[in-house]
């Protein structure tokens, strides 16, 4: 289905054919109202996990194509979950009912969310992917998680098989490293002990060579966001968007192709503007991330623009080729990997790729690769600090 030069139009052709991606979002936007003899069922509560601003679900829309959405209390425009004929459908309020799954949660999560401990307040699963969300203390001398727990939670989570990949999402830090000294020993442990890959979400350092370092302590993909991630220290160290530019461009003479990305999101600003910042970050080799947020007003042009920049960001990866194997289905995100969910018929709509992760034959041999190149790579980094005799 082609975009045309009208709004109205493209809008319209939206209601009659919606998409698994119009879902997605219309889930984020006006949350979900689950009665309560369906919550009450073992396979809905089985997915139910608290969170902020409130409890949240996991729901399948399609095979890799998976939304987080906020239980609230039924009111006008909620979507409503329904159970017929033992199938659990997805009502949004026009158009026909959708067939949806519940995400469990592991039972690793399960109980650590009764624990109600801080270890518990900052994991979360999206996807294959198991998020730790970490911070300085004291001064900037130590984490807020301890090492062995989070070891710990690791190894629950793929000896449950409810994880893939590591993300290590560290908080704004105000050292030249932003707690670099602090996650190294953590990548490192995860990498000795598990074979994975590890990601690191984070403000980019003050010195570039830290980069290098970053790759050569053992994160496989770097995400410096370009939006939506807070970075305003109270002392005035601001992170611009020319820093955080300028380093991604230089990861990405670092990181292997295709895993360095950025998060954009897609507010009030003309659609020029934001396939703009998705061209030049694509021809430069990063892969942008459309971060969907909640608005505080629903409308069918909500969709239309997003649909407009999903087509817009698949067609530039394309464009770029820059592989998209090391992505992976995103809760609140739109990736190259998913566009065609929001731009195709639900019946043909699929990844654009088949992630790394979901392959025992193609994860053992990007392992393989990354190990060999992360060598090599240490080896230049130890040779050139050397020639300049640090």
Same mark, same amino acid.
């Given at each position: 289905?082609?975009?045309?030069?009208?709004?109205?139009?493209?809008?319209?052709?939206?209601?009659?054919?919606?998409?698994?991606?119009?879902?997605?979002?219309?889930?984020?936007?006006?949350?979900?109202?689950?009665?309560?003899?369906?919550?009450?069922?073992?396979?809905?509560?089985?997915?139910?996990?608290?969170?902020?601003?409130?409890?949240?679900?996991?729901?399948?829309?399609?095979?890799?194509?998976?939304?987080?959405?906020?239980?609230?209390?039924?009111?006008?425009?909620?979507?409503?979950?329904?159970?017929?004929?033992?199938?659990?459908?997805?009502?949004?309020?026009?158009?026909?009912?959708?067939?949806?799954?519940?995400?469990?949660?592991?039972?690793?999560?399960?109980?650590?969310?009764?624990?109600?401990?801080?270890?518990?307040?900052?994991?979360?699963?999206?996807?294959?992917?198991?998020?730790?969300?970490?911070?300085?203390?004291?001064?900037?001398?130590?984490?807020?998680?301890?090492?062995?727990?989070?070891?710990?939670?690791?190894?629950?989570?793929?000896?449950?098989?409810?994880?893939?990949?590591?993300?290590?999402?560290?908080?704004?830090?105000?050292?030249?490293?932003?707690?670099?000294?602090?996650?190294?020993?953590?990548?490192?442990?995860?990498?000795?002990?598990?074979?994975?890959?590890?990601?690191?979400?984070?403000?980019?350092?003050?010195?570039?060579?830290?980069?290098?370092?970053?790759?050569?302590?053992?994160?496989?993909?770097?995400?410096?966001?370009?939006? !939506? /991630? %807070?970075?305003?220290?109270?002392?005035?160290? +601001?992170?611009?968007?020319?820093?955080?530019? *300028? =380093?991604?461009?230089?990861?990405?003479?670092?990181?292997?192709?295709?895993?360095?990305?950025?998060?954009?999101?897609?507010?009030?600003?003309?659609?020029?503007?934001?396939?703009?910042?998705?061209?030049?970050?694509?021809?430069?080799?990063?892969?942008?991330?459309?971060?969907?947020?909640?608005?505080?007003?629903?409308?069918?042009?909500?969709?239309?623009?997003?649909?407009?920049?999903?087509?817009?960001?698949?067609?530039?990866?394309?464009?770029?080729?820059?592989?998209?194997?090391?992505?992976?289905?995103?809760?609140?995100?739109?990736?190259?990997?998913?566009?065609?969910?929001?731009?195709?018929?639900?019946?043909?709509?699929?990844?654009?790729?088949?992630?790394?992760?979901?392959?025992?034959?193609?994860?053992?041999?990007?392992? !393989? /690769? %990354?190990?060999?190149?992360?060598?090599?790579? +240490?080896?230049?980094?130890?040779?050139?600090? *050397? =020639?300049?005799?640090?």
């Amino acid at each position: 289905m082609n975009a045309t030069n009208n709004p109205t139009q493209d809008i319209e052709t939206d209601r009659r054919v919606r998409t698994y991606g119009q879902l997605k979002l219309e889930l984020i936007q006006r949350g979900l109202f689950v009665p309560g003899e369906i919550l009450a069922a073992p396979d809905v509560a089985s997915g139910v996990c608290p969170g902020a601003p409130g409890e949240e679900v996991a729901l399948t829309l399609a095979e890799n194509f998976i939304v987080k959405a906020v239980l609230k209390a039924d009111g006008e425009g909620r979507m409503r979950l329904k159970l017929q004929n033992g199938a659990l459908l997805l009502d949004s309020g026009d158009g026909e009912d959708e067939e949806v799954g519940i995400i469990p949660l592991p039972q690793f999560l399960k109980n650590l969310m009764r624990e109600r401990t801080p270890l518990s307040e900052n994991i979360c699963l999206d996807g294959y992917c198991l998020n730790i969300f970490l911070r300085a203390i004291d001064k900037g001398k130590k984490l807020s998680l301890s090492l062995d727990g989070i070891l710990s939670i690791v190894q629950s989570a793929f000896e449950e098989g409810a994880a893939d990949l590591v993300q290590l999402n560290m908080d704004y830090c105000g050292d030249k490293d932003r707690g670099f000294q602090l996650l190294s020993p953590v990548v490192e442990a995860i990498k000795k002990k598990f074979k994975t890959f590890v990601a690191l979400k984070g403000f980019p350092p003050q010195e570039k060579r830290t980069i290098d370092l970053m790759y050569a302590a053992g994160f496989d993909l770097l995400d410096f966001p370009l939006a !939506g /991630f %807070a970075g305003a220290d109270p002392a005035g160290d +601001i992170v611009s968007s020319a820093q955080v530019s *300028e =380093s991604l461009e230089y990861a990405v003479g670092i990181f292997p192709q295709g895993t360095v990305w950025t998060e954009l999101v897609l507010g009030p600003e003309p659609l020029d503007l934001i396939k703009k910042k998705i061209d030049d970050l694509t021809r430069r080799g990063v892969i942008p991330l459309l971060k969907l947020m909640p608005t505080s007003m629903h409308t069918a042009k909500d969709y239309w623009r997003v649909k407009e920049v999903a087509r817009h960001l698949g067609e530039a990866a394309q464009r770029d080729k820059l592989p998209l194997k090391w992505l992976y289905p995103n809760c609140r995100s739109v990736s190259p990997l998913d566009t065609k969910y929001f731009t195709e018929d639900p019946k043909s709509a699929q990844l654009a790729a088949k992630p790394v992760y979901r392959s025992r034959l193609g994860k053992k041999a990007s392992e !393989g /690769f %990354a190990a060999l190149r992360r060598k090599l790579r +240490i080896k230049d980094v130890s040779d050139s600090y *050397e =020639s300049a005799g640090l």
